[in-house]
T-cell receptor, first 112, second 113 residues
């Protein structure tokens, strides 16, 4: 079992729709969770981070964390073609380390 | 302010050669990380520095890989006797402290022929 799992996609949604990206992780002691966006040929850029159970909203983006289910998701409202990218879920595992464990990423395509 | 910078942006080398990849973190960031990303995969952790010391090198694949950060700022990732399987994008990230948000540099694309 991979430590952080994501569906590779592609996930295709029409412009204006809600895109839902999901991620599960295996280390129950994980403390912090990050969503990065990566355009083709570019480096990852941070979208959101979340530490506590529940929802965290920032503009069109909402991160949701459920530690009991070991599940984190990212919702993108009013999806735009410019949101088309690979979304990487990253987890800071237990063990007092700073490293991030990444999923393989989900490719999102927003069609005009 | 300036972000994380990495040089070179591209490096092509021959199997068996030695390469050095450089990372210049965001000023004031004490934590520095190296990751490797292969096509279609997420970044894979290699090593993490807190200040000058390697706090976690558990991701280095073998003893051909080594990294230093002698003054607690710039870091160099060194790969000896390169193999074709080392071809990937090598990403550097920095954060203010351990477990804070990590900001990535543009990466170095390494191609081993």
């Amino acid at each position: 079992q991979k430590e952080v799992e994501q569906n590779s996609g592609p996930l295709s949604v029409p412009e204006g729709a809600i895109a839902s990206l999901n991620c599960t992780y295996s280390d129950r002691g994980s403390q912090s969770f990050f969503w990065y966006r990566q355009y083709s040929g570019k480096s990852p850029e941070l979208i959101m981070f979340i530490y506590s159970n529940g929802d965290k909203e920032d503009g069109r983006f909402t991160a949701q964390l459920n530690k009991a289910s070991q599940y984190v998701s990212l919702l993108i409202r009013d999806s735009q073609p410019s949101d088309s990218a690979t979304y990487l879920c990253a987890v800071n595992p237990s063990g007092n380390t700073g490293k991030l464990i990444f999923g393989q990423g989900t490719t999102l395509q927003v069609k005009p | 302010g300036a972000g994380v910078s990495q040089t070179p942006s591209n490096k092509v080398t021959e199997k068996g050669k030695y390469v050095e990849l450089r990372c210049d973190p965001i000023s004031g960031h004490t934590a520095l990380y190296w990751y490797r990303q292969s096509l279609g995969q997420g970044p894979e952790f290699l090593i993490y520095f807190q200040g000058t010391g390697a706090a976690d090198d558990s991701g280095l694949p073998n003893d051909r890989f080594f990294a230093v950060r002698p003054e607690g700022s710039v870091s160099t990732l060194k790969i000896q006797r390169t193999e074709r399987g080392d071809s990937a994008v090598y990403l550097c990230a920095s954060s203010q402290n351990k477990a804070d948000t990590q900001y990535f540099g543009p990466g170095t694309r390494l191609t081993v022929l």
